[in-house]
């Protein structure tokens, strides 16, 4: 029994070291957004959020799901820790945008290409050629759109502990240290929640051959990575922050991303001695934060050398994007064999969620 136990255990590390190795090919993803600079600030702003349309919705629906493993909270001093992961099924709608679309100022698509490019969900072919123009119509450079990843779903693993406390209610901790994921930058988790029935303050409540819980949980998720856009020519002389910055770092340039999320659901389900099923509906949201950090060349326009000189802009993007709040359905189950436990649940939103894991669970 024991080898058993082993068994599935070395499997589930085994998936969630998958899943954070998935995880970051999709984050990999934001070192081709440094790109978007060469066409300065404003412009580049726009692309990225448009790239990383699947990110606010994908990781939130992905983080919110896997809390439960029944309907009724844990027994007092009940005890789990599960290794669970999600995978958010991006729609073909989220994975490619025009644009055409975009009203950019700097850029234009290249005659000969479609306006049609992915979005970090999308294919993992080469987008368009663009053209990156000053404001008087001088050609500057010309770059690809990034590709896609070529998988459409967002991946969120988590590493969750369970714990029961008095008055029938139990809290959830989640928790993953700033880890470097190879080369794919740095990962971080942290999250909560807690359940609490109300069966027990239902008139007959203690007769009804289901349980009936509320929970309410927060995720945190962060990720950094490392960007590379080198200087190429020599900076021009009529550039605005030759004086605020003369020397700058090329070296530092990073983009630092920040997903919160928040789920409230309302469960009912039945607990039997081998397996529990639950479902119930919810609400949820999700909120994401990029920064470009840095000093990064972005091509100008000078006579005397066309198409060699560069000005220097710092920290050039921040912006924050708010998922598609929705009301969801969800439905699960615990399989219990021994101290043993297998998980999945299932979610119905924007981005339909698949959820599962194993565990220990006790009580």
């Given at each position: 029994m024991l080898h058993f136990y082993r068994r599935f255990l070395k499997i589930g590390f085994s998936c969630m070291i998958m899943a954070f190795i998935a995880t970051g090919t999709v984050y990999a993803q934001l070192g081709d957004i440094g790109a978007f600079l060469r066409a300065g600030a404003d412009d580049a702003s726009i692309l990225t959020k448009e790239y990383l349309k699947p990110f606010p919705t994908g990781f939130g629906t992905g983080l919110n799901a896997g809390w439960s493993e029944e309907a009724a909270p844990k027994k007092k001093l009940g005890f789990s820790l599960q290794i669970r992961s999600s995978l958010a099924i991006v729609p073909s709608s989220d994975q490619e945008f025009d644009i055409s679309t975009l009203g950019l100022t700097n850029m234009e698509v290249a005659p000969g290409n479609s306006p049609i490019t992915p979005t970090i969900a999308g294919n993992d072919s080469p987008g368009p050629e663009m053209i990156v123009s000053d404001g008087n119509g001088n050609e500057l450079t010309r770059f690809n759109m990034p590709e896609g990843t070529g998988f459409a779903f967002v991946p969120a693993p988590t590493i969750q502990a369970n714990i029961g406390l008095i008055k029938n209610t139990d809290i959830s901790i989640r928790y993953f240290p700033e880890t470097d994921i190879s080369d794919f930058g740095k990962f971080s988790v942290f999250g909560g929640a807690i359940k609490h029935d109300i069966t027990q303050w239902l008139p007959g409540g203690n007769v009804l051959p289901v349980d009936i819980s509320v929970m309410l949980g927060y995720n945190k998720i962060g990720v950094d990575a490392g960007l590379e856009l080198p200087a190429d020519g020599t900076r021009d002389p009529n550039?605005?922050?030759?004086?605020?910055?003369?020397?700058?770092?090329?070296?530092?340039?990073?983009?630092?991303?920040?997903?919160?999320?928040?789920?409230?659901?309302?469960?009912?389900?039945?607990?039997?001695?081998?397996?529990s099923v639950y479902g119930g509906l919810g609400y949820q949201k999700a909120t994401f934060d990029l920064n470009m950090n840095g000093d990064y060349p972005v091509p100008s326009y000078n006579p005397l050398t066309p198409g060699d000189d560069y000005i220097v802009v710092s920290d050039p993007i921040g912006f924050s994007m708010d998922s598609e709040t929705s009301v969801h359905a969800l439905a699960g189950f615990r399989l219990k064999l021994g101290f043993l436990a297998i998980y999945g649940e299932a979610t119905l939103a924007n981005y339909f969620t698949a959820n599962a894991g194993i565990g220990l669970s006790i009580r």
């Open positions: 550039d605005p922050n030759l004086t605020s910055n003369p020397n700058p770092d090329f070296s530092s340039q990073e983009v630092v991303t920040d997903t919160e999320t928040f789920v409230l659901n309302a469960l009912v389900g039945k607990s039997l001695p081998f397996v």
